[in-house]
């Protein structure tokens, strides 16, 4: 069975969108911490970003987790 184009490029959009924001927040936590981005290593980047896609994913897990208890009508907050 072949898969539909559409069904690829779905999850490519929402890995852009995600290394985009990664980006952005990588940008600005090397620019509050007081550094240039432009002076650091591409490697320093890389590890940088890499670290805010995953707080990004984790935060998406984690709402997603909720949203289906909410679903359920469990609270695991009382």
Do not use: H
């Amino acid at each position: 069975m072949k898969s539909l184009p559409i069904v690829r490029t779905v999850p490519n959009k929402y890995k852009l969108y995600i290394r985009d924001k990664a980006i952005e927040r990588a940008r600005t936590r090397i620019i509050v911490a007081g550094n240039d981005p432009r002076k650091l290593s591409q490697e320093d980047l890389e590890v940088v970003v890499r670290e805010e896609e995953d707080k990004i994913k984790g935060s998406i897990k984690e709402k997603g987790l909720m949203a289906v208890l909410a679903l359920l009508g469990l609270n695991l907050f009382v």
